[in-house]
T-cell receptor, first 114, second 112 residues
Framework: AQSVAQPEDQVNVAEGNPLTVKCTYS??????LFWYVQYPNRGLQFLLK??????LVKGSYGFEAEFNKSQTSFHLKKPSALVSDSALYFC????????????FGSGTRLSIRP | NAGVTQTPKFRILKIGQSMTLQCTQD?????MYWYRQDPGMGLKLIYY???????DKGEVPNGYNVSRSTTEDFPLRLELAAPSQTSVYFC???????????FGQGTRLTVV
């Protein structure tokens, strides 16, 4: 069965510094990987995805993520954090062979201090 | 396009009552999902559907039922509400296998 782990409940970063939000996954076949962001009292918004091709994918708001097959990771990164990046971030995975189910991680709260 | 629309936004139920959470999408997506979000627990998949007339259980289906009679609608039914079903419920839809899911704004349900 597929699963996703986000090992950090909270990440704190100073504005202007680089940020990383970690995600590891487990699937039996090739994965489809996603990052979503949730602002207070809102639904989830799509940030970026990895389907195939380049391991480094770029998404909305200056975020990017690197797919690492050997480490089964898909960490979210941004070179320079903004206070407005403060939100709840979710990693999600879907198996290529059973592409219907989308399974989410437990979420990481990102807090950017001025 | 309105996207994914969920109603109601808020609801308080008494133990043992029943209700239906409505979800409609206007994007002609085949795939639809119901998740619940509990604090610190992330999103758990309740049920999903790959097309009209086809539904399947997710990670936490007990206490819920779904139907998919049309492409647009995917209602979630709670037959006998329990306090453990207090949560925020999200509906989502997806076009195809290489695409991302679009989420509704959520329904906050409290069972007392």
């Amino acid at each position: 069965a597929q699963s996703v782990a986000q090992p950090e409940d909270q990440v704190n970063v100073a504005e202007g510094n680089p940020l990383t939000v970690k995600c590891t996954y487990s699937v039996s076949g090739n994965p489809y990987l996603f990052w979503y962001v949730q602002y207070p009292n809102r639904g989830l918004q799509f940030l970026l995805k990895y389907i195939t091709g380049d391991n480094l994918v770029k998404g909305s708001y200056g975020f990017e993520a690197e797919f690492n097959k050997s480490q089964t990771s898909f960490h979210l990164k941004k070179p320079s954090a903004l206070v407005s990046d403060s939100a709840l971030y979710f990693c999600a995975v879907r198996e290529y062979s059973s592409a219907s189910k989308i399974i989410f991680g437990s979420g990481t709260r990102l807090s950017i201090r001025p | 396009n309105a996207g994914v629309t969920q109603t109601p936004k808020f609801r308080i139920l008494k133990i043992g009552q029943s209700m239906t959470l409505q979800c409609t999408q206007d994007m002609n997506h085949n795939y639809m999902y119901w998740y619940r979000q509990d604090p610190g627990m992330g999103l758990k998949l309740i049920y999903y559907s790959v097309g009209a007339g086809i539904t399947d259980k997710g990670e936490v289906p007990n206490g819920y039922n779904v139907s998919r009679s049309t492409t647009e609608d995917f209602p979630l039914r709670l037959e006998l509400a329990a306090p453990s079903q207090t949560s925020v419920y999200f509906c989502a839809s997806m076009d195809g296998l290489n695409t991302e899911a679009f989420f509704g704004q959520g329904t906050r349900l409290t069972v007392v």
